[in-house]
C-alpha cells in the first residue's frame, strides 16, 4: 500500500507531499491544480514511463535541472530523479543501476481520458498499451520484446547499406534470426489478448447488459510466416530501407455489437468500454502483487449504474486513487488542493 507520495520540480508542482492513510483516496481540486500529475507520478515510479508522453524531459519544470519523484509504500520507498536524459534510481536509498530491477516495484492500472485513443488512436498507440500491461502481467516479456527490437534494429541498419545487386546471405540469416524471435512475441500477444477479451466481456457486462464487446488481436502477419514474408519482400525493403512487416506493426480491434467500435460506439459508450477495458486487466495480475489503482476523471459522463460500479472497486480490497472536482462515493478520504498547501494528509469525507 502506497503510505505517501512527495513530488519537486514535477510538471507544474514545485513541491507537493501527500501522505495516504487509506485503501481509497479522492484527490480533488479545480482544473490546472495537477490533478492528474499527481496520478502521473505514482505511474512513473511503478514502470519508469508516463501514461502522457515519451519524452521525460517535459516533466521536468521549465528552467529546472531535474525532477524528483518519492513513493513510499509499506515494503519500500522508491526514488527517481529525472534529468534530462537519464535517470537516477534508488529503492530504500540504495541506487539501481538496471532499470529492470527498479520497474515493477508495485505494479500499477491507470485510466485517464486520454485512454479513448486506444479506441480511436493510431495502432502504435495500442502496441505501447499491449507491451506495457503483458509487462506487467509477464515480467519477462520485456526480456523477448527487447531481443526482437534489437534484431529489428540490426536488420534495418543492414538494409540501409544493401543494394539490390549485393550478396543477400547475411540478410536471409537476419530474416531467419528476426522471424524466431517474431514468433515469440506473436505468442505471447495472443495468449494476452485472448485472456483480456474474456475478462473485459465479464467486466463489460457489469456496466452494460445489452451490448456486446470484445478485443481482437490482428498480428502483421501470422505466426511461423515472418520468414518467408520477408524473403518476398526484400526488393520493397531495401529500396524503402526499412523492415516493412513483422509485430512492430501489429495491431488489435475493439468491436462493439460486432463492429469496428471506433466507428460505431458513440463518444459515451468507448468511454464505458476504455474503463471496462482498463479494470479487466485486473484479473490478469497476480493477486499476490501490490497493485494500485489510478483512476484520472473516470466518473465523468458517467450513469448512475457505471458510477454504482466502479464504486464496488473503489469499496474493494485494492488500493484506489482517484481524481475529479468532486467524489461520488462516501467513506473515502480526501485531498483538496485547492488549499493550495505544500503538504496533504487525506480527510475522511
Not at 519544470?61 to 509499506?74: D, G, L, R, Y
Not at 502483421?220 to 512492430?248: A, C
Amino acid at each position: 500500500m502506497i503510505e505517501y507520495l512527495e513530488v519537486k520540480n514535477f510538471r507544474n508542482h514545485d513541491f507537493k507531499k501527500i501522505k495516504i492513510n487509506s485503501k481509497t483516496t479522492f484527490i480533488e481540486g479545480s482544473n490546472g491544480q495537477g490533478k492528474t500529475s499527481l496520478l502521473e507520478a505514482f505511474y512513473f515510479v511503478s514502470l519508469l514511463k508516463s501514461h502522457r508522453t515519451s519524452d521525460d524531459s517535459t516533466l521536468i519544470q521549465s528552467n529546472k535541472p531535474f525532477a524528483k519523484i518519492i513513493v513510499k509504500t509499506t515494503k519500500h520507498t522508491y526514488e527517481v530523479v529525472i534529468q534530462k536524459d537519464s535517470k537516477h534510481l534508488n529503492i530504500d536509498k540504495n541506487q539501481i543501476k538496471k532499470m529492470s530491477q527498479f520497474v515493477g516495484g508495485y505494479k500499477v492500472i491507470m485510466f485517464s481520458p486520454e485512454d479513448l485513443e486506444l479506441i480511436k488512436g493510431h495502432p502504435g498507440i495500442r502496441r505501447r498499451f499491449m507491451d506495457i500491461e503483458m509487462y506487467q502481467v509477464k515480467p519477462k516479456y520485456i526480456e523477448q520484446l527487447s531481443v526482437y527490437k534489437q534484431v529489428l534494429k540490426q536488420r534495418n541498419a543492414l538494409l540501409k547499406r544493401l543494394k539490390l545487386s549485393d550478396d543477400l546471405t547475411f540478410l536471409r540469416i537476419i530474416n531467419k534470426r528476426l522471424s524466431d524471435e517474431a514468433n515469440k512475441i506473436i505468442h505471447e500477444r495472443t495468449q494476452f489478448i485472448d485472456k483480456l477479451n474474456q475478462a473485459l466481456i465479464n467486466r463489460f457486462k457489469d456496466f452494460n447488459q445489452i451490448d456486446k464487446v470484445s478485443i481482437i488481436y490482428k498480428p502483421n502477419v501470422p505466426l511461423n510466416s515472418l520468414e518467408s514474408v520477408l524473403n518476398d519482400k526484400t526488393e520493397r525493403d531495401i529500396l524503402s530501407q526499412t523492415t516493412s512487416s513483422g509485430p512492430h506493426r501489429d495491431d488489435f480491434i475493439i468491436q462493439f455489437n460486432g463492429v469496428e467500435a471506433k466507428e460505431f460506439a458513440s463518444q459515451g459508450q468507448q468511454r464505458l468500454i476504455t474503463i471496462a477495458l482498463k479494470l479487466s486487466l485486473i484479473e490478469l495480475i497476480d493477486k499476490e502483487e501490490e497493485l494500485i489503482i489510478l483512476l484520472d476523471d473516470v466518473l465523468s459522463e458517467l450513469d448512475e449504474q457505471a458510477i454504482r460500479e466502479i464504486g464496488k472497486i473503489v469499496h474493494s480490497d485494492y488500493q484506489v486513487i482517484m481524481t475529479g472536482t468532486q467524489s461520488n462515493y462516501e467513506n473515502v478520504n480526501l485531498i483538496n488542493l485547492n488549499e493550495g498547501d505544500d503538504e496533504y494528509a487525506t480527510k475522511q469525507q
